[in-house]
């Protein structure tokens, strides 16, 4: 099994309509990250929690939330999704010595 | 914040010649700095990685080097093979917030038999 778990793989949905994105890990990492990854803009960061009780935005949060159900489980919502927000999402964990895994990646496509 | 570039954004080598992908970053405090390849369909892998207080580290057919004082690191591939063929991207992160990561935009490696 896959040490970081995403679902659902491929999403397609309508512009205004709310998504959630899971993101589980086995991984026991306190450390967890969600990704955009867009052709030739490399993976942007959207928001991080460095444990249970902590969430930061990152660079590009605007439109997003995320909620962090527990140590493995963390989340991304898109609460009305909008075309441009059609990606490639990654979740991640990383060790504390910084080192990351990433999951297999989210298409999502909004129409 | 930091930034970081990353060049060339498409690179073709013939099988078994050397590959070499040149990231320059902005922020000093930056100290962690990772290599991922991605292939299609596929998340990042770490394939190496380097602190500021080396300035290489080989791992068989990858090494990868840091100047500080320039802020540029380089991924060096040596007798490429077509299963090398991926997206590489570099990445810089800070002491205080390892794991939280400023990319590169990828570099599309082809090997060519």
């Known amino acids: 099994d896959a040490d970081v778990t995403q679902t659902p793989r491929n999403r397609i949905t309508k512009t205004g309509k709310r998504i959630m994105l899971e993101c589980s890990q086995t991984?026991?990492?306190?450390?967890m990250y969600w990704y955009r990854q867009d052709p030739g803009l490399g993976l942007r960061l959207i928001y991080y929690?460095?444990?249970?009780?902590?969430?930061n935005k990152g660079e590009i949060s605007d439109g997003y939330s995320v909620s962090r159900q527990a140590q493995a489980k963390f989340s991304l919502s898109l609460e009305s999704a909008i075309p441009n927000q059609t990606a490639l999402y990654f979740c991640?964990?990383?060790?504390?010595?910084?080192?990351?895994?990433f999951g297999q990646g989210t298409r999502l496509t909004v129409v | 914040g930091e930034n970081v570039e990353q060049h060339p954004s498409t690179l073709s080598v013939q099988e078994g010649d050397s590959a070499v992908i040149k990231c320059t970053y902005s922020?000093?405090?930056?100290?962690?700095f990772p290599w991922y390849k991605q292939e299609l369909g596929k998340g990042p892998q770490l394939i190496i990685d380097?602190?500021?207080?080396?300035g290489e580290k080989k791992d068989q057919r990858i090494a990868v080097t840091l100047n500080k004082t320039a802020k540029h690191f380089s991924l060096h591939i040596t007798e490429t093979q077509p299963e090398d063929s991926a997206v590489y991207f570099c990445?810089?992160?800070?002491?205080?917030?390892?794991?939280?990561?400023?990319f590169g935009a990828g570099t599309q490696v082809v090997v060519t038999p």
């Open positions: 991640a964990t990383s060790a504390l010595n910084g080192e990351a895994f």
């Open positions: 991984k026991g990492h306190d450390r």
């Open positions: 929690s460095f444990d249970v009780k902590d969430i």
């Open positions: 922020d000093s405090a930056s100290n962690y």
């Open positions: 380097i602190r500021s207080n080396v």
């Open positions: 990445a810089a992160s800070p002491r205080d917030s390892w794991g939280k990561f400023q």
